[in-house]
C-alpha cells in the first residue's frame, strides 16, 4: 500500500527557495508517475508540476515555469519539487501524488491521481 508523506514547507520571504519532498513507502515508487498540486481555502486544488516513472517527461504550470524544477531519486523513493523565486501567490499547501504508470506518461489533472499525501504549508510572505 503506498503512503506520501510531504516535507519541506515553511514560511519564507518573496524571492526565497522552498524545497519540498514527497517521500514514498509501501511500494517502489519508480513504477508510479508523480504529481504536484496546491491549493488554497476556497479553491480547486491545481496542478504545479509532474514526472513520468520514467523521469524523461516532466511538465510545469505557466505560473511555475523557468521558478520550480521537479526531479526523483528512485533510490530513495522520494520526489522533489525546487521553488525558488516564490512570490506570495504561491502560498498554499501543496501536496504529492501518484498514479503506476510503468507507459512514461504525464499525468496533469487531479483525477488521474490514485494516492495523495497529507499535504505541507507553503506560505510566502515579507
Known amino acids: 500500500h503506498l503512503q506520501l508523506v510531504e516535507s519541506g514547507g515553511g514560511l519564507v520571504q518573496p524571492g526565497g527557495s522552498l524545497r519540498l519532498s514527497c517521500a514514498a513507502s509501501?511500494?517502489?515508487?519508480?513504477?508510479?508517475?508523480i504529481g504536484w498540486f496546491r491549493q488554497v481555502p476556497g479553491k480547486e486544488r491545481e496542478g504545479v508540476s509532474c514526472?513520468?516513472?520514467?523521469?524523461?517527461?516532466?511538465d510545469y504550470a505557466d505560473s511555475v515555469k523557468g521558478r520550480f524544477t521537479i526531479s526523483r531519486d528512485n533510490a530513495k523513493n522520494t520526489v522533489y519539487l525546487q521553488m525558488n523565486s516564490l512570490k506570495p501567490e504561491d502560498t498554499a499547501v501543496y501536496y504529492c501524488?501518484?498514479?503506476?504508470?510503468?507507459?512514461?506518461?504525464?499525468?496533469?489533472?487531479?483525477?488521474?491521481?490514485?494516492?495523495w499525501g497529507q499535504g505541507t504549508q507553503v506560505t510566502v510572505s515579507s
Open positions: 514526472i513520468s516513472s520514467s523521469s524523461g517527461s516532466t
Open positions: 501524488a501518484a498514479v503506476f504508470d510503468l507507459w512514461g506518461r504525464l499525468h496533469k489533472e487531479v483525477p488521474s491521481y490514485d494516492y
Open positions: 509501501g511500494v517502489t515508487l519508480g513504477n508510479y508517475a
